[in-house]
């Protein structure tokens, strides 16, 4: 059946603010009730009415509607005349399945929801451990496993989630990601999966048929269980019960980042492998679980069991990592990060050994991580591949020539139509106009070093389109990359890139250029030498500050230093031979008004301080100016925002106001607290008052704790700028400029529901 409700705006809605974003919860269950109607909500069937003229608005639905029919529509209003419109939905009658969700186009809407491809072409998943079964019942195998750190904010920290399969059998197509949930012994009440680096595993530990589960936290000794009970939620998804007590495994392990449910030697009971290291199950039973001492299965701590010589027994997949080096792009021979991968075949009935390592050949140089498919598309076994620097999974089959060679082949990758942007380690963005077309590009970072640029593919002057990240290529390099070895020399445990792009014309040149502060304490740029449209960069150039010359001497020092756990702030210690402090993204913009663009970003003793172009001579020089100033007449630095420690931040330029002047954002790691600094001085002369701490509605905004290096810009198409936020593995929360300004959301009500003929 079909319903429908009014919904209206009872709020004056405030002209001067752009787009105002609406995410209201909606109780469809009710709503039904209400109507006398039946059966449960067809998510999938939600139409949003502008009730002027009856046309269809894109909308956005909150991961709540995944488990039950209750949960926020969004979407923005874009005319704050239009206040009356009207929700549609369908039910679902006993039998019928319950779609997941997978929306094809989605709208920017402002209240930290998270930016989408929206493009034609679907787009890669990733995951931070992962494996393909069927959780859901449909009969096609889904994409579970765990999510690290934070994603909306709002929605709990990192879990364990499925992706759920959708489309036809030939394709890997996936909806958006579901939580997945559990419930303590005697309890009725879900719970998320807490912790961060979660690994997690699925097998049949009681001999019922369902998938039962394994949890383990890479920090932690102990590993937990949890039994499918049979229940479902709203949406399909199995219902776990959470074992009592942890299982101490035995052994010493300095953390969990491998973990696997198979029955290693055969006797119908399933069993544990943690970082290569095998945990028989000696309970006859299967549950609970109960640990034999770890035996190592030689083979390193990234291995993966499946039957590849049609004996019945569990052969073996390894892999070992290639060691560091700056390799130029993520799929050079040798990659750094990535892997080689050998196979070995069983050698006996009982204790598993396995033979000597031979060739597997076929999977891309930057595979980072690897799960066994025992049944693939096609029947053969198969392995799931993370690659690209985690960005992307695929499905490999794999085929056992008659010369012992194992070949991979690759049948698909991960991916959905609309999902959020998922763009690998900490890519911080910049909201930019890469080729002069009027789209909002994306710019961004990338924590092993490698800048990317993102397109804008749309036409729209709303809702920007998404391609794939493209490498960035200069002179003298395949792609750019920086990361703290390249850049200081020296071997350190923190080899890592972290650079915070920005695309400002550095030169006079009228053409944007590539400014990369980074995880060390040197910034470089690349000029642009090509043309607006089609933007090229000339070789690499460090930026260096009167009175702070740099040479290899001073660099290896620096590496040295970091390497000095004992020096305070470690691996970011003080270094007075550097004009810049370590990990800090900086506000690159004229601000003196002498048509030079400058920079305002922490000095070596972490100071806001402004450096400036000069051209006093017809060669242009970059001179520490001063510290900047609050208003009160205190500097700016952690304690303004009673940060108690310090390990990166940045700064970003925008006039906020429409004032003329430029104003600052400022972003905090740790808390995830972003900060506006008005300029109360003038354009040649800032001066900034007290930070004020950003608010969604009046809810102050704190997510990530390694961003959220959040950028402003207009990325809505409304005049105002807004702000785009990224966390650890870079989706990216978008605020509109309104729900940053109003103190509340907007009033709403529903009118009386009804079924529709």
């Not at 006398?36 to 009415?49: D, Y």
Request: hydrophobic residues 35%.
């Amino acid at each position: 059946m079909r319903y429908t409700v009014p919904f209206s705006i009872t709020s004056t809605l405030p002209a001067d603010l752009g787009h105002i974003p609406i995410s209201a919860d909606i109780d469809f269950a009710e709503l039904v009730q209400k109507a006398e109607g039946e059966g449960r909500l067809n998510p999938a069937s939600i139409q949003l009415v502008d009730c002027a003229d009856g046309s269809v608005i894109r909308h956005g639905l909150s991961e709540d509607l995944a488990h039950a029919d209750f949960g926020r529509i969004e979407f923005p209003i874009r005319d704050v005349t239009r206040r009356d419109y009207e929700i549609r939905f369908e039910t679902l009658m006993p039998g019928e399945r319950r779609p997941h969700l997978a929306p094809p186009k989605v709208p920017l809407v402002g209240v930290g929801d998270l930016l989408r491809a929206n493009d034609d072409a679907p787009h890669p998943v990733t995951l931070h451990s992962f494996d393909l079964r069927d959780l859901d019942g449909d009969g096609r195998a889904d994409l579970i496993g765990t999510w690290n750190y934070y994603h909306r904010p709002g929605t709990p920290i990192s879990g364990v989630i499925a992706y759920p399969r959708i489309g036809t059998e030939d394709e890997f197509r996936v909806g958006d990601l579901v939580r997945l949930r559990y419930r303590d012994p005697g309890s009725s009440t879900l719970h998320y999966f807490p912790g961060t680096y979660l690994e997690a595993a699925f097998g049949d530990l009681t001999g019922d048929g369902r998938l039962d589960l394994c949890v383990a936290e890479w920090n932690r000794e102990g590993v937990w269980f949890f039994r499918n009970t049979g229940d479902v939620d709203g949406g399909g998804w199995p219902i776990y019960e959470r074992h009592p007590d942890p299982i101490d495994v035995g052994g010493r392990l300095a953390s969990i980042h491998s973990l696997q449910m198979v029955d290693v030697d055969g006797d119908g009971l399933v069993d544990l492998v943690i970082n290569g290291q095998w945990i028989r199950n000696h309970n006859p039973f299967g549950w609970p679980f109960e640990p034999d001492p770890p035996l190592d299965l030689g083979s390193g701590e990234q291995v993966a069991l499946v039957e590849l010589t049609g004996d019945g027994r569990l052969d073996l997949i390894s892999l070992t990592e290639n060691p560091s080096a700056h390799t130029p792009m993520p799929d050079s021979p040798g990659a750094s990060p990535g892997h080689t991968a050998h196979w070995r075949p069983r050698l006996d009935e009982a204790w598993p050994q396995f033979g000597d390592p031979r060739p597997l050949s076929g999977l891309p140089p930057s595979t980072t991580r690897v799960a066994a498919i025992h049944s693939g598309p096609e029947g053969q076994p198969g392995l799931l591949v993370q690659h690209n620097v985690w960005q992307a999974i695929s499905l490999f089959d794999l085929r056992l020539g008659p010369d012992g060679q194992l070949a991979t082949h690759e049948w698909g990758r991960a991916e959905a139509d609309c999902g959020p942007l998922i763009h690998s380690d900490q890519g911080w963005p910049c909201v930019c106009d890469w080729d002069g077309d009027g789209g909002r590009d994306l710019l961004i970072g990338g924590g092993y070093g490698w800048p990317r640029i993102v397109h804008d593919l749309g036409e729209d002057e709303t809702d920007p389109t998404y391609s794939e990240p493209e490498l960035i290529f200069a002179e003298g390099e395949q792609a750019i990359r920086l990361r703290r070895d390249e850049i200081l020399g020296g071997d350190h445990w923190h080899n890592m890139g972290y650079p915070y792009p920005a695309y400002v014309d550095w030169d006079g040149d009228g053409l944007p250029d590539l400014m990369f502060p980074n995880e060390t304490n040197r910034i470089f740029w690349y000029r642009n030498v090509g043309t607006r449209e089609q933007p090229e960069f000339g070789p690499r150039q460090q930026l260096i500050v009167d009175g702070y010359p740099d040479d290899a001497a001073k660099r290896a020092r620096a590496a040295e230093q970091g390497l000095d756990k004992e020096l305070p702030n470690h691996p970011y210690p003080f270094d007075e031979t550097s004009p810049f402090f370590w990990r800090t993204g900086g506000a690159f913009a004229d601000w003196n008004g002498d048509g030079l663009c400058d920079l305002a970003i922490h000095d070596e003793e972490r100071k806001l301080t402004l450096f400036v172009q000069v051209d006093d001579d017809g060669t242009r020089r970059l001179r520490k100016e001063r510290r900047l100033l609050l208003t009160d007449g205190r500097e700016i630095d952690d304690s303004i925002v009673g940060r108690e420690k310090h390990w990166t931040e940045s700064f970003r330029a925008i006039d906020w106001t429409g004032d003329g002047r430029l104003d600052l954002i400022y972003n905090t790691a740790g808390t995830g607290h972003i900060y506006l600094l008005l300029n109360a001085g003038t354009d040649t002369d800032p001066v900034f008052d007290l930070p004020r701490q950003l608010c969604c509605y009046g809810e102050p905004i704190s997510f990530t704790i390694h961003g959220p290096n959040a950028w402003p810009g207009d990325l809505d198409g409304d005049g105002k700028p807004d702000l785009l936020g990224c966390v650890e593995w870079s989706v990216y929360p978008f605020y509109a400029h309104a729900a940053l300004e109003m103190e509340r959301h907007p009033d709403w009500e529903l009118g009386e529901p009804r079924a529709m003929e």
